[in-house]
């Protein structure tokens, strides 16, 4: 530490410190690595506590956890086992994310993740001709991965696996409403032109689709045998 902010610490009273180091619980949630697709929940929005009462049920700590995203931390300074303030950590963050998927479908949260999305927070589409199209968190189950996060590409209309360090991101703390919502809110942000297809090419040359050297992939039989 250098002298000069020695001093200025030494300088300020405790309520000055804290006022310089206090983030909301949605701040700092926002700043973890992995989470760069949340936007920040507003207070006034976290405490309308009884509209979340549905989730109760799915929770052993609840009120805790409530305690903790609406930093009103009472009870939650009381003394606990490790293994217990741990599970608290844990459930006040999967609380968050389910609270993020109702609250980014208020007014309020699509205008945040517009300006997310403007931003490239969401990464782009990884399809060539896409052209860096940015695309949008959803949800969509499969057998192979039935939680997890996807992303939408309103270029392609195609839905691909993000990027790895958002892999084991839930997609519930988006929803499998919020991309199409959001496009119906944003219509600016709809595919403008037809999709850009590849085109095989040989020499440089085009290759005529009548050429005998034109590959066309095979459309999949559609049977109705089960
Ligand atoms: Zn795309």
Known sequence: MTDKLEK???TLSISNISEIFTETYPEWFCSLKGNEFFCKIEPSYLKNEEAFEFLKPEFKHFDLA???ITNQENKVLE???EEENDLIEKES???YGLIHASYILTNEGMEKMKQKYVNGDFGECPRLLCKNSPVLPIECQNEMSP???KIYCPTCNRVFNPPYKFSKLNGAYFGSQFAHLFLKK????EK??????YQPTMFGFDIHELSDLYYKPKKPKITNEK
């Open 8 to 10: 200025q610490l030494n």
């Open 66 to 68: 409530m305690e903790i």
């Open 79 to 81: 003394k606990r086992s």
């Open 93 to 95: 963050m999967i609380l």
């Open 147 to 149: 939680k997890c996060v």
């Open 186 to 189: 944003y219509p600016e942000f």
């Open 192 to 197: 403008k032109q037809e999709m850009e297809k």
